[in-house]
């Protein structure tokens, strides 16, 4: 690794020596040398006690360091990822859906596990779009092939054609009409927007939606992961087919 100029030049700035350096940080003076000469990168605390000694930003001794730690372009968006939806913070949903006024958007094949998880969630939908949000359900379509092989390989007698028929009885709740459009392109990813912030699910192999690697996203710009999974939504949101209110299950 290259010289560290920048820690080179701040003892010779602070009139100390390798050695002074590494007795303040409590350290062997071999260990400070290979810092400057080498550019090795001392331990977290041995950086800060560093910094602190020599009057300087850690960051200016070690930018690369800060670098790597501080995330960049795209990835600045993801808050967090999760090996299951199941790891996602139990209040999570609620907490955004409480939080959103703008767009509710519930982009899942089922959605089921919302009216598990939250609390009163009908009332609290139906009062967003009666306020002004913009509240939709993107459901999977029960009549669809794609949702019987889908059945085929879940085996579970929890079907995806119940739990849709089962949100649709959920949504049917909620004081203010809230429009409801069927797919089945959205099988392997679910996408539910809120305001500005996304939780996308990428289902695996036979698991079910529960299973699903998960990222929460929160938007900081154009252009990046989060509008790439809105205008997602929006495109299936456009090819899909209004439900028919005739055949809801009570």
């Not at 094949?109 to 002004?132: H, Q, R």
């Not at 028929?165 to 203010?176: G, L, N």
């Not at 099988?187 to 939606?209: C, K, N, P, Q, R």
Request: positive net charge.
């Amino acid at each position: 690794m290259p010289r560290n100029e920048a820690l080179r030049q701040a003892l010779a700035v602070a009139g100390m020596t390798v050695g002074d350096l590494a007795a303040r940080c409590d350290v062997d003076p071999k260990t400070v040398e290979r810092w400057v000469s080498r550019g090795r990168v001392p331990h977290p605390r041995s950086r800060v006690r560093a910094a602190t000694v020599l009057r300087k930003d850690v960051d200016v001794l070690w930018p690369d360091v800060v670098r790597r730690a501080v995330k960049l372009g795209a990835d600045r968006e993801i808050v967090g990822v999760y090996p299951r939806r199941s790891d996602l913070p139990r209040s999570l949903f609620g907490d955004l859906i409480g939080r959103a006024g703008t767009r509710l958007w519930f982009g899942g094949y089922t959605s089921y596990f919302v009216w598990l998880e939250v609390a009163g969630a009908p009332a609290s939908l139906g009062a967003k779009a009666g306020a002004g949000a913009d509240v939709r359900f993107l459901l999977g379509d029960p009549a669809s092939a794609v949702t019987a092989e889908r059945e085929r390989v879940e085996a579970t007698p929890l079907t995806l054609s119940t739990r849709i028929a089962m949100s649709r009885a959920e949504i049917a709740k909620s004081p203010s009409t809230l429009p409801v459009r069927l797919s089945d392109r959205h099988i392997a990813m679910s996408v539910w927007i809120f305001d500005d912030e996304a939780v996308v699910a990428t289902h695996i192999g036979a698991g079910l939606g529960q299973d699903s690697v998960t990222l929460h996203l929160r938007r900081r710009g154009e252009g990046g992961l989060f509008d790439r999974y809105a205008e997602h939504f929006e495109a299936l949101w456009a090819d899909a087919a209004p439900a028919d209110r005739g055949d809801l299950v009570t």
